[in-house]
C-alpha cells in the first residue's frame, strides 16, 4: 500500500472556524491532489499540486486553499467553514515520471460542520 | 473538456451472477488513461486498473476483465461469478496526458450482489 495518511481521520467543526487537514506521504510522489466527496456526486478535484509550492484550482476550489512547502506534505485549509463544507475528504498521489499514472489515495477525513 | 458518465446508479445481482459495469467517457486528447476503482463500505479507495489509450487490449485478471473500445468511449468492467465481497461502489476516471494531469471520475456505480 502506497504510504499516505491523513489527519485527523474525523473532524466536529462548527460554521465560521478555520479547519485544516493534513495530508502526508512517504512515496515521495510529485503529484498531490484534494478531493471532496459527497452522494451522487463522485470524487470532486478540490486542488491540486504538481511540485513544491506549485498548485492550482480543481473544479470546486471556493472556499478552499492549499499549501505545499514540502514534497511530502500537502495541506487543505477551510478559511471560515461553511455547512456545505460538510464532505470526506479524500488525498491522492501520483509519480507520473515513472510511467504510472494511477492516482493512490488516503484513508479520507470525514469533516462535519455543524 | 473531459467527461465521465457512469449512467447505472446502482445494481444488485444475486451471487455467481457476472455483471458489467459501464464507463463512457469524453476527451479530446488523443493520449490519456483510463481507470477503475473500487470503493468497499469500509470507505478507501482502491485502484484496480490503467490503461492508457494506445492500448485497446482487453485485460482479465481473475473474475474481473475490462473491455476498453475507443471507436464508442468506453470502458466497461465485467465481474464473473460475482461475490459478496464484490458489494461496493465502482468509479470509473480518465486522466488526460497534457501537462495538468488532472483527474475526472464518474459519480460511480454501487453494485450489491446479493448472497
Known amino acids: 500500500d502506497a504510504g499516505i495518511t491523513q489527519s485527523p481521520r474525523h473532524k466536529v467543526t462548527e460554521t465560521g472556524t478555520p479547519v485544516t487537514l493534513r495530508c502526508h506521504q512517504t512515496e515521495n510522489h510529485r503529484y498531490m491532489y484534494w478531493y471532496r466527496q459527497d452522494p451522487g456526486h463522485g470524487l470532486r478535484l478540490i486542488h491540486y499540486s504538481y511540485g513544491v509550492k506549485d498548485t492550482d484550482k480543481g473544479e470546486v476550489s471556493d472556499g478552499y486553499s492549499v499549501s505545499r512547502s514540502k514534497t511530502e506534505d500537502f495541506l487543505l485549509t477551510l478559511e471560515s467553514a461553511t455547512s456545505s463544507q460538510t464532505s470526506v475528504y479524500f488525498c491522492?498521489?501520483?509519480?507520473?515520471?515513472?510511467?504510472?499514472?494511477?492516482?493512490?489515495f488516503g484513508p479520507g477525513t470525514r469533516l462535519t460542520v455543524t | 473538456a473531459q467527461k465521465v458518465t457512469q449512467a447505472q446508479t446502482e445494481i444488485s445481482v444475486v451471487e455467481k451472477e457476472d455483471v458489467t459495469l459501464d464507463c463512457v467517457y469524453e476527451?479530446?486528447?488523443?493520449?490519456?488513461?483510463l481507470f477503475w476503482y473500487k470503493q468497499p463500505p469500509s470507505g478507501e479507495l482502491v485502484f484496480l486498473i490503467r490503461r492508457n489509450s494506445f492500448d485497446e487490449q482487453n485485460e482479465i485478471s481473475g473474475r474481473y476483465s475490462w473491455n476498453f473500445q475507443k471507436s464508442t468511449s468506453s470502458f466497461n468492467f465485467t465481474i464473473t461469478a460475482s461475490q459478496v465481497v464484490d458489494s461496493a461502489v465502482y468509479f470509473c476516471a480518465l486522466s488526460e496526458a497534457s501537462g495538468t494531469y488532472k483527474y475526472i471520475f464518474g459519480t460511480g456505480t454501487r453494485l450489491k450482489v446479493l448472497a
Open positions: 491522492a498521489i501520483s509519480d507520473h515520471g515513472t510511467g504510472e499514472y494511477e492516482q493512490y
Open positions: 476527451t479530446r486528447d488523443t493520449t490519456y488513461y
